[in-house]
């Protein structure tokens, strides 16, 4: 049941790199995006990502030390990886983030940072990732009500996000807004969010629910997927055109006569992005992901605690992306552990 193009088409790099020393899967889609989970630990409880009372947060000794992080991103960078996405659990709670951010700057091959943040802390860093030429920020934000926010998130953080965003806004740093669709305890939300486009030059993500919550209540089917929310927001902005895109962007997005911003889908638990997939993850745990819906595959943390050398972490590397599954559907069957539950968010790192 895969709705997906799973023709290799994904995008050629500049890379001047030889394929050979490229990572590129069995299916010719090359890897230059790298998310990395700096943190499983978060402020936030979001419905969608972790159960209320939290998770067994994994002890310090078991995340990756910075300096682990920068030969790991060093390694990857003399792969063709020239793209990072910091992300988490909460990537600004984690003390020292912003000293890694600096080291991350410096380092030869790596074009463009960004960071996925959920905002509540964020604001009082924007100014330096300014100056580090940050290139983005996507900041989580489901809904526009307080209550609402209260109620999917579960702490009491509105004011902080709003701040962030329009600090971020008076900074002129690019901003995506991530919306997760859950059902309809926010779906009355889609369109004042799709609005923030009009208003500001912002890019909002409407992303399907996926089965990530850290309990056993894992979803099997969405009302609220991607066709839907594309057939809601052409009733609410009949001049609503569809954008060329990056093939790699997971996002479908639009643009709307009179808005400074778009409107976008992630059709994340539809799958319809895996043909020109082009990132990998490395969890908090220290694996390596190459598929979202796929199980860690590689133990990451264990080799760069070993006597591994570089190239023979490269190596593991290509051994594993060449295996790479063609679609989410079947990373997702391969994956099956037969407990029912399933990972965090905030430990994949989203
Ligand atoms: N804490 C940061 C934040 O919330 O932006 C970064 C980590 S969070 C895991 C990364 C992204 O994953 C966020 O945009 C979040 O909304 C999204 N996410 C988390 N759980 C999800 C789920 N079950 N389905 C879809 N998106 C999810
Ligand atoms: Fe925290 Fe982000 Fe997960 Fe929300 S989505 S609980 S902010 S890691």
Known sequence: MSHINTAATAAPLSSPL?????????????????????????????????????????????????????????ILASLGVDKVRITGGEPFVRPGIMDFLRRLRQMEGIRQISITTNGVLTGQYLAELKDLGIAGINLSLDSLERERFLRITRRDAFDEVMACFHRALDDEIPLKINMVLMGDLNSADIIPMARLSKAY???????????????????????WDYRRIIRTLEEAFPGMQPREDAPTSTSQNFTIPGHRGTVGVIAGFSRTFCGTC?????TSRGTLKTCLYGKGELDVKALLRSRADDSAIENAFRLQVRRRFKDGWEAEQDARDGTGVSESMSVIGG
């Open 278 to 282: 082009n990132r990998i993850r490395i």
């Open 18 to 74: 030889p394929d050979s020393r490229m990572l590129i899967d069995r299916f010719g889609r090359r890897i230059n995006y790298v998310r990395l989970a700096v943190t499983d630990r978060c402020n936030l409880r979001c419905a969608y990502c972790m159960p209320e009372k939290g998770m067994r947060f994994l002890p310090n000794d078991q995340l990756l030390s910075f300096s682990e992080m920068e030969r790991l991103m060093g």
């Open 201 to 223: 030059p912002v890019e909002v993500r409407f992303i399907e629910e996926m089965p990530f919550n850290g309990t056993d209540q894992g979803k099997s089917r969405l009302n």
